[in-house]
């Protein structure tokens, strides 16, 4: 998904340059690393089309609960259709057994290395974080709570115009609610603690699973401020000091660290970072609203999108073939192409064998046509040289409109003959065709003799 430095160390098979995962898609290289997974960018052998596929590593156990997530990220993001939302385009499992995600490729960097050459500009962070909020919006009407939003979950591209836009990624702790899970699968249930600590809500630091959007609301603020302040809101040597300061401490004002922020927007930092849920922004589109203020031109009709989709009823969702992550493996292929050396699917091998025999039997089918008949043996006998019975010879000659008499008749000629004795040296009788007698030639005065005609006389 993202594009950055390969990493020279492997840990899988299927992420080795060159190498073909289900005879769909050719391995380029490393670009991301996680605890327990990584990202490879591919090409798709069909379509030429650049992908990037999330796996997990093969030093990492096997267990239920990361199937679940990666199930859990590819069903979230296949209900969220926003532009501001990572694409899923694929699922499948390794020989393995272990599952992959084909998602879109992005081309930019996420958030966390952009803040780390410095605070943004008031502006551009606003509209930033309008973006999300519209994606953020999106998932909340499905019932889908993010609870990990981070700078490194924000992703930074452009569109075509050169204008930036964030995509949201990693819904792999997401929670479904009930809202959906009727629909869609069974809801998430979890007592573990999960999340970044340094961008957890208070709430959540106390039961993950009692969350809802206003955890999101706080998460952005989090984000909204370090993309200002370029350090954290909540900072801390070690994790218990981090939570330590989520749970007592408040924030310095944004105001009073960056000269460029109206005091105005203090407010809408402080009413996201209040400790209890009750008193945070109700829902992420009445963020949105708060934030309308301080956008750009460009940015404000964000906001207006953020209420807007929050508004509409929820569309017809059908639940995509994602059960495959979550089932016994099913066979599947990975070949491993050596450097220099590009290895041709097995399809297609057997797609030019195929082609190759059904050619050479064409060509055969054609000279077998064209081929001249053999000659028939002489005891070769037909049906109309051969009576039917004894009394069949003897019937009278029948005369013919040219004057030739043929012996035989025509129910000889038609019934089939019974099959010939197998004495052996005897030759069939054959047809004898009868000339008629010849006429006196006749002269008239004045005129030569016609020479003789097999036809007889026309007139």
């Known amino acids: 998904m993202t594009s950055s430095a390969p990493d020279e160390e492997y840990t899988s098979a299927a992420s080795l340059p060159g ?27 069909a379509m030429s089309q650049r992908v990037a596929i999330k796996m997990i590593r093969d030093d990492v156990p096997m267990q239920r609960e990361l199937l679940d997530r990666f199930h859990r990220e590819a069903r979230a993001a296949s209900m969220i259709r926003s532009e501001h939302v990572a694409r899923v385009l694929d699922v499948g499992r390794l020989p393995t057994g272990r599952p992959y995600i084909v998602m879109e490729y992005l081309e930019g960097e996420d958030l966390e290395h ?8 008031f502006t551009t962070a606003v509209d930033l974080s309008l973006q999300a909020c519209e994606a953020l919006a999106e998932a909340h009407r499905a019932g889908i709570i993010h609870r990990d939003l981070k700078p490194a979950n924000l992703f930074l591209t452009r569109r075509s115009d050169g204008a930036p836009l964030v995509k949201v990624l990693d819904f792999g702790i997401s929670k479904i609610q009930p809202l959906t899970a009727d629909r ?12 970044s600590p340094g961008y957890m809500a208070p709430e959540q630091m106390k039961s993950t699973r009692d969350v809802d959007a206003r955890a999101d609301v706080w998460s952005l603020g989090t984000v909204l401020y370090e993309m200002l302040v370029g350090t954290p809101a909540f900072g801390g040597s070690n994790m218990i000091e981090i939570l330590n300061a989520i749970a007592e401490c408040n924030p310095v004002p944004v105001s009073q660290r960056q000269a460029s922020v109206p005091r105005a927007f203090d407010a809408v930092m402080s009413r996201c970072l209040t400790k209890e849920p009750e008193h945070r922004f109700a829902s992420i589109a009445d963020m949105a609203v708060a934030l309308q203020p301080f956008a750009s031109p460009a940015g404000a009709g964000l906001a207006e999108r953020a209420v807007r989709i929050s508004r509409e009823p929820l569309p017809a969702y059908e639940e995509p073939a994602f059960s495959a992550l979550r089932s016994e493996p099913r066979p599947s292929t990975l070949t491993v192409v050596t450097p220099g050396r590009r290895k041709l699917p097995r399809s297609r091998t057997v797609a030019a064998v195929v082609g190759s025999v059904c050619g050479l039997l064409a060509i055969l089918a054609i000279v077998a046509v064209r081929a001249p008949p053999p000659p028939l043996p002489d005891s070769f006998v037909t049906a109309a040289a051969v009576p039917a019975s004894p009394s069949a010879a003897s019937v009278a000659p029948l005369p013919s409109a040219s004057g030739w008499v043929v012996l035989g008749s025509a129910s000889a000629a038609s019934t089939r003959p019974p099959a010939p004795s197998p004495v052996p040296h005897m030759t069939p009788p054959r047809a004898v065709v009868a000339r008629p007698p010849r006429r006196p030639a006749t002269t008239t005065p004045g005129a030569s003799p016609a020479p003789d005609s097999p036809f007889g006389d026309r007139k």
């Open 19 to 45: 190498a073909i995962i289900d005879e769909k898609y050719r391995v380029e290289a490393i670009i991301g690393r996680g605890g327990v997974g990584l990202v490879v960018v591919a090409t798709h052998l």
């Open 114 to 121: 952009a803040i780390a050459r410095g605070p943004l500009p």
């Open 184 to 195: 869609a699968g069974r809801s998430v249930e979890t007592t573990s603690i999960m999340g």
